[in-house]
């Protein structure tokens, strides 16, 4: 895993460096001109509007020049005053979780990773450090909904009216987007809302996007996944299941794409989660506390180097990440290619059968997963190794639970793995 990464690292907090905004110099120019006899409603300082009083002629602000004259560079500076982010590639081990992660970057559609360990392993550090690898997606321009151009599936009502109206779309290109799910959110801000009053007033549909709406063709993460209430984790099931996000208020129906990779965290000693949710994600990784004592000394010294000048250690790893986020890209461009012997499909099928699992989507996971490795080593055809590493995180969580069992589910699974494989 080492190989495939291009270094190691641990988990522990991520983002950019705070530079201060005094240290920018804005330009602003004016020209103020008395128009005598006529009203104006707002003054205007610094291109802010204040209520004023009417019937006075005011002073009115005609030009205002900034620094930041277009939405490139207005982004650009929100992104450099993000908080900062610990870099992916400075992680030390947790090699299982960082390897799952990536694979569902590479392809989304293994249906995301359950994260459960220790706390203080660095679990959100490491999803949250994703932020930097993910990739620039099409998206049609103005969208709430992040639609793709191109996937009739992933486009929003609107657009879809566009197209067949004949209208061109105006399209760009972003970063796949990271949307946190706080457990307090209430189902209204995941879900989105109609605003009934205009609904009744004017006519129209009038809707206010949720969480699910921004997570499109994104990630939507949920720390402390076992503790989220049960009516979130029961709208977080019906998107993942369909795919689409149906809000039903005052018989007004509206429905919106809602595609995502589901990433979860958490402790099993604080609770375990439903299994209904547990087996929508395609992944299941397992983080235990680093035993070694140099290890431990290793990601004590690197946190506290962070600590003291986040940007400084993030500038240390900039060739680090970029060389694994060309590693994603070419992954990701190359995956349609990769190809699955039928034989290992057969074994792959006779393993989920032989451990009981239940339904089919053990053995599409694997699959997909093995493609995704495979690609990421930067090979067109999968070998019985790369089945080897992804399947017990792809039907670890999938096994049926038996009390007496002491033995871990992971190694069950290698052990059937070679008894059919050999």
Same mark, same amino acid.
């Given at each position: 895993?080492?190989?495939?990464?291009?270094?190691?690292?641990?988990?522990?907090?991520?983002?950019?460096?705070?530079?201060?905004?005094?240290?920018?110099?804005t330009t602003i120019s004016s020209s103020l001109s008395l128009i005598p006899g006529q009203s104006y409603g707002k003054r205007f300082?610094?291109?802010?509007?204040?209520?004023?009083k009417k019937g006075r002629s005011q002073f009115a602000v005609t030009n205002v020049a900034t620094e930041i004259n277009s939405v490139e560079q207005a982004q650009k500076l929100f992104k450099e005053n993000q908080r900062p982010v610990y870099p992916f590639t400075a992680i030390v081990g947790q090699e299982e979780m960082k390897l799952c992660l990536l694979l569902n970057v590479i392809d989304p559609k293994i249906g995301g990773v359950m994260i459960m360990g220790d706390r203080g392993t660095g679990k959100s550090t490491t999803v949250r450090s994703l932020v930097d690898l993910l990739p620039e997606i099409k998206v049609v321009a103005g969208d709430p909904y992040n639609s793709d151009p191109e996937d009739p599936e992933s486009m929003g009502v609107e657009v879809r009216e566009s197209i067949v109206n004949g209208k061109e779309l105006s399209i760009t290109m972003t970063k796949i987007n990271m949307v946190d799910l706080p457990l307090g959110a209430t189902e209204d801000r995941v879900c989105g809302t109609i605003d009934i009053e205009k609904a009744l007033t004017e006519g129209v549909k009038a809707f206010e996007p949720g969480l699910l709406a921004k997570a499109n063709r994104g990630i939507l993460y949920v720390d402390e996944v076992n503790l989220l209430d049960d009516h979130l984790v029961d709208v977080l099931l019906d998107s993942a299941a369909s795919g689409w996000n149906t809000v039903e208020r005052e018989g007004i129906s509206i429905s919106h794409p809602a595609r995502f990779i589901l990433i979860g965290s958490g402790n099993p000693e604080e609770g375990e989660l439903r299994p209904q949710l547990l087996d929508r994600f395609g992944m299941h990784a397992q983080v235990g506390t680093v035993r070694d004592a140099e290890l431990r000394v290793k990601i004590v010294e690197e946190r506290s180097r962070f600590d003291k000048n986040p940007k400084e250690f993030r500038n240390s790893y900039i060739a680090e990440q970029e060389k694994l986020q060309q590693q994603i890209d070419s992954a990701r461009s190359s995956l349609s290619s990769v190809q699955i012997d039928r034989e290992l499909k057969v074994k792959i099928s006779k393993v989920c059968s032989e451990l009981n699992v239940d339904g089919l989507r053990g053995d599409?996971?694997?699959? #997909?997963?093995?493609?995704?490795?495979?690609? =990421?080593?930067?090979? /067109?055809?999968?070998?019985?190794?790369?089945?080897?590493?992804?399947?017990?995180?792809?039907? #670890?969580?999938?096994?049926?639970?038996?009390? =007496?069992?002491?033995? /871990?589910s992971g190694l069950l699974v290698i052990e059937k793995f070679y008894e059919v494989f050999t």
């Open positions: 895993m080492a190989s495939v990464l291009g270094t190691s690292s641990t988990a522990i907090l991520a983002s950019r460096s705070l530079s201060s905004p005094s240290s920018r110099p300082y610094g291109g802010f509007g204040i209520e004023s599409i996971v694997i699959n #997909r997963a093995a493609k995704a490795l495979a690609s =990421l080593k930067g090979r /067109d055809s999968v070998t019985a190794e790369d089945i080897a590493t992804v399947i017990p995180n792809c039907l #670890r969580h999938r096994l049926r639970k038996d009390p =007496l069992e002491s033995i /871990d």
